[in-house]
């Protein structure tokens, strides 16, 4: 399970506090600056993709409700793939370089 979350150029600090939350610091987390690299749409916006268990995952809504906004539905999937598509194609090219 994952959520998708996209942060303004002025909500940019809101990302340091969500990567040392408790909770939420201790799940798989992908950042992307650039968020409009993979549909962010907004420029200078980062997108943060939080991965783990419902606990977890319910602990987002904090931060949702402090100025992040949560990508849902068909844009957080668009997002979600794309990011997982270039990490894939990044872990090919490792594979590659090292065989």
């Not at 610091?25 to 268990?53: C, D, F, M, N, Y």
């Not at 409700?65 to 990011?83: P, T, W």
Request: cysteine-free; proline content about 1%; overall charge negative.
């Amino acid at each position: 399970m994952y959520r998708v979350l996209k942060l303004s150029g002025e909500n940019r600090k809101l990302k340091d506090a969500i990567v040392s939350d408790d909770i939420v610091g201790r799940q798989t987390l992908v950042l992307k600056a650039g968020g409009e690299s993979v549909g962010g749409e907004e420029p200078g916006s980062v997108i943060i993709i939080v991965e783990g268990g419902s606990e977890a995952l319910a602990a987002v809504d904090r931060f949702v409700s402090s100025g992040a906004e949560e990508l849902r539905d068909e844009a957080a999937q668009r997002v979600y793939s794309k990011v997982k598509e270039e990490e894939d194609s990044a872990e090919g090219g490792m594979g590659f370089i090292f065989g």
